[in-house]
């Protein structure tokens, strides 16, 4: 039966789904919906909306709801007023009235009026009633007998059950805030006897990353560094009496030891300061104490490999040579027995897979068979293992697989949700990672217009996932851009002002870039395909897409000549990575650069390209349109900012100066093509933002810039005291 009502005299377990206003909570299939469309939510975040909308004839205490929503775990207020938050966004009205109120000194309560949908609905007819004394059919005896066999069996069982719940019944360990500062801990490493727990955190005023030691039942973490560069990647020696880590500065990187107790530290050997940030961890120590293995390079331009360095001397090997489709091999983690190295090879920084290369040399093994983002890994105490953090389940977790090619991945438990980076003790056994929460949505600022000064940011696109890589149509009526609020990265459209949106590819996962064609009418994409990443086009108004690239190769980044005709696209089809155009219906490609390059655009007069290096090296290039002289334009923009760029007719918008990824928000620069001058402009609002490819879009009237923030950011460690 429906029934409809603003409140219930008893919460009632058996309703399929609750409607209020344009919503619709299917609790049976777990799933929020608006208008139709699904409405993304984290497991927790919706665990938190049932119980709301379930308890809404009463206040529900803060208590109430963190018994409810983390039965098994024991976790802090904020991670419930995170989820209020989150459920706030999801359910934002026109007029700012809030469905979720908060009740001072009591806790939450939900507001709306609901109806509600029993799970044996009007729709199910019941069974017909039998007449007094009417036999039953062969039929019917035949279920009651059936039916009677089925009890007899379960109750057998279930009295067996009962005579070993202790055995069976085995609860699942608990996870429990480790820290809960302000800011970002990142890339916990617990101590070999799991006593002690290192990490890197951006400190009180998140303004530098150093290396911090905190012992489990201690309440204050101890500072062990304290320079102006960026201290990252701490890991411990096999006897648990040094710390070993990753120092990033302008001036270059570089490992560096020190007693856990704090002291001199030693230099153990030089590496290239051109990082992905704080995305992985980058440095790990051998069981035996001889040497390192740290993802580096050998010069600038190449790519991103694992090498063993000697604790000696810091004499280097090269470990690993990826393939011209990867992109780089991240976040080594030596075998409990030292004798392999387990690593992430990328094609793109949310397609990854977790192989494993022998230490005494030798080509590398694939673990994991499918491509997800996979944020860290560590090894089982007992190397049969490897824990990982990936969102193959639609949201990051914690995941384990045996460490052989062809295992099946399972969930750990507790499932680490928002988990990001892990560590195992080698001795206890104990687990630590960070939970991390962040919320990136689609911005718009003002540009200047006229001599007056730039306006103010206005937030356009937004859900409780990644909205990004937004770029306006040359006709200025749409936009499209980059999201995963279905569950995978995919293909969205709206107006230009934000509103309507609606997603154009159904299937596939979307890598990273919308690019229009000059008529409004086509947009190009790159998307995996058999574990590379090739290029499509498919019509605005929505259709079949068209392959437009075959070889085993990964081509990214598309953008249109500006006539049309064809498609300016990196690839890494030479062995480096280089700007490669290709006619727009498919053909021969041929190569426009070959001193590196990536992130391609266009003049106004399509005689030049202009383009970046990527994280190679800093400072935006150009180029005939047809290959040529390849001369740098604005030399100061930092490696780290490659895709923060959009050139107009006067000039180049760029972002630049600054350190990257610390407070305050770097300056948004315009370049002027005629006095060769840089001016700023104005300021990102947000501490944080998505570093990516073509994040900066200036729409036709050049009134408006497109680009992603950091809305929210932070990062817990959590501990787990043992793992099964």
């Given at each position: 039966m429906e029934s409809s009502q603003s409140k219930s005299s008893a919460p009632s377990r058996d309703i399929a789904q609750y409607r209020f206003g344009a919503y619709e909570l299917d609790v049976t299939h777990r799933q929020l919906s608006r208008d139709g469309a699904p409405v993304p939510l984290a497991s927790k975040v919706l665990d938190t909306l049932i119980e709301l909308v379930r308890h809404r004839d009463a206040v529900m205490t803060r208590e109430e709801l963190l018994a409810a929503i983390w039965p098994d775990v024991n976790v802090e207020d904020s991670n419930l007023t995170q989820n209020i938050f989150v459920l706030r966004k999801a359910l934002e009205q026109p007029g700012g009235e809030r469905l979720i109120v908060t009740v001072p000194g009591k806790g939450y309560r939900f507001v709306s009026e609901v109806t509600e949908i029993h799970a044996h609905s009007a729709a199910e007819p019941a069974p017909s009633p039998q007449p007094a004394g009417t036999p039953a059919s062969p039929t019917r005896r035949s279920w009651v007998l059936l039916a009677a066999a089925v009890l007899i069996v379960l109750g057998a069982a279930i009295g067996y059950l009962a005579l070993r719940r202790d055995s069976l019944a085995t609860p699942a360990p608990a996870a429990r805030f480790l820290t809960s500062l302000p800011g970002n801990e990142n890339q916990p490493a617990l101590s070999p006897d799991g006593t002690l727990v290192a990490f890197s955190w951006n400190g009180e005023d998140q303004d530098n990353y150093d290396i911090y030691i905190k012992g489990l039942a201690a309440e204050t973490p101890v500072r062990l560094t304290s320079q102006a560069s960026e201290e990252t990647s701490p890991v411990w020696s096999a006897d648990g009496r040094r710390l070993a880590f990753v120092r990033l500065s302008p001036a270059g990187g570089a490992i560096y030891t020190i007693d856990a107790h704090g002291g001199d530290e030693k230099l153990i050997a030089p590496?290239?300061?051109?990082?992905?940030?704080?995305?992985?961890?980058?440095?790990?120590?051998?069981?035996?104490?001889?040497?390192?293995?740290?993802?580096?390079?050998?010069?600038?331009?190449?790519?991103?490999?694992?090498?063993?360095?000697?604790?000696?001397?810091?004499?280097?090997?090269?470990?690993?040579?990826?393939?011209?489709?990867?992109?780089?091999?991240?976040?080594?983690?030596?075998?409990?027995?030292?004798?392999?190295?387990?690593?992430?090879?990328?094609?793109?920084?949310?397609?990854?897979?977790?192989?494993?290369?022998?230490?005494?040399?030798?080509?590398?093994?694939?673990?994991?068979?499918?491509?997800?983002?996979?944020?860290?890994?560590?090894?089982?105490?007992?190397?049969?293992?490897?824990?990982?953090?990936?969102?193959?389940?639609?949201?990051?977790?914690?995941?384990?697989?045996?460490?052989?090619?062809?295992?099946?991945?399972?969930?750990l438990r507790p499932s680490g949700e928002n988990a990001q980076f892990v560590s195992l003790s080698r001795r206890k056994g104990n687990l630590a990672y960070t939970q991390a929460v962040t919320d990136i949505n689609i911005w718009r600022l003002r540009l200047p217009v006229n001599g007056e000064p730039a306006g103010e940011w206005t937030r356009l696109l937004n859900s409780t996932r990644e909205d990004s890589v937004a770029h306006y149509s040359p006709d200025g009526k749409h936009i499209g851009f980059r999201s995963d609020r279905s569950g995978v990265p995919a293909l969205w459209l709206s107006d230009a002002q934000g509103h309507q949106p609606l997603q154009l590819l159904k299937t596939g996962a979307l890598a990273g870039?919308?690019?229009?064609?000059?008529?409004?009418?086509?947009?190009?994409?790159?998307?995996?395909?058999?574990d590379t990443l090739q290029l499509l086009t498919v019509p605005a108004s929505g259709g079949k897409p068209t392959q437009i690239t075959f070889d085993r190769s990964s081509h990214v980044l598309p953008q249109w000549s500006p006539d049309g005709r064809n498609l300016y696209y990196s690839s890494n089809q030479s062995g480096t990575w280089q700007v490669w155009r290709i006619p727009a219906?498919?053909?021969?490609?041929?190569?426009?650069?070959?001193?590196?390059?990536?992130?391609?655009?266009?003049?106004?007069?399509?005689?030049?390209?202009?383009?970046?290096?990527?994280?190679?090296?800093?400072?935006?290039?150009?180029?005939?349109?047809?290959?040529?002289?390849?001369?740098?334009?604005?030399?100061?923009?930092?490696?780290?900012?490659?895709?923060?760029?959009?050139?107009?007719?006067?000039?180049?918008?760029?972002?630049?100066?600054?350190?990257?990824?610390?407070?305050?928000?770097?300056?948004?620069?315009?370049?002027?093509?005629?006095?060769?001058?840089?001016?700023?402009?104005?300021?990102?609002?947000?501490?944080?933002?998505?570093?990516?490819?073509?994040?900066?879009?200036?729409?036709?009237?050049?009134?408006?810039?497109?680009?992603?923030?950091?809305?929210?950011?932070?990062?817990?460690?959590?501990?787990?005291?043992?793992?099964?």
């Open positions: 590496i290239f300061s051109q990082r992905f940030g704080f995305r992985v961890r980058h440095l790990d120590w051998s069981p035996d104490g001889a040497s390192f293995a740290v993802d580096d390079k050998s010069n600038e331009e190449d790519t991103v490999s694992i090498f063993l360095v000697s604790a000696a001397g810091g004499a280097r090997q090269r470990l690993t040579s990826p393939p011209a489709r990867s992109t780089s091999d991240l976040a080594p983690r030596f075998s409990p027995d030292g004798k392999q190295v387990a690593f992430i090879r990328s094609i793109a920084p949310h397609l990854r897979a977790i192989y494993l290369v022998p230490t005494a040399g030798g080509g590398p093994r694939r673990i994991t068979a499918d491509l997800h983002w996979i944020g860290d890994l560590d090894w089982s105490p007992d190397g049969r293992e490897l824990i990982y953090s990936t969102d193959r389940s639609g949201t990051p977790a914690l995941w384990r697989t045996q460490a052989v090619p062809g295992s099946t991945p399972q969930p870039t919308v690019a229009w064609s000059p008529d409004s009418r086509t947009i190009a994409y790159d998307v995996l395909i058999d219906s498919g053909g021969s490609s041929t190569p426009v650069t070959r001193q590196g390059g990536c992130c391609a655009r266009f003049s106004p007069d399509g005689k030049t390209i202009y383009y970046a290096k990527g994280y190679s090296a800093g400072g935006i290039w150009k180029t005939p349109a047809e290959g040529g002289v390849e001369e740098v334009v604005i030399p100061e923009v930092q490696a780290e900012y490659w895709g923060f760029w959009a050139v107009v007719e006067k000039g180049i918008y760029f972002l630049g100066g600054g350190t990257p990824g610390v407070p305050p928000p770097p300056p948004i620069n315009f370049y002027d093509f005629n006095t060769r001058r840089t001016t700023t402009i104005a300021h990102h609002e947000k501490p944080g933002f998505l570093m990516g490819a073509y994040s900066y879009s200036i729409s036709p009237d050049r009134r408006y810039l497109l680009t992603s923030q950091l809305d929210t950011s932070g990062s817990d460690i959590m501990l787990i005291d043992a793992v099964r």
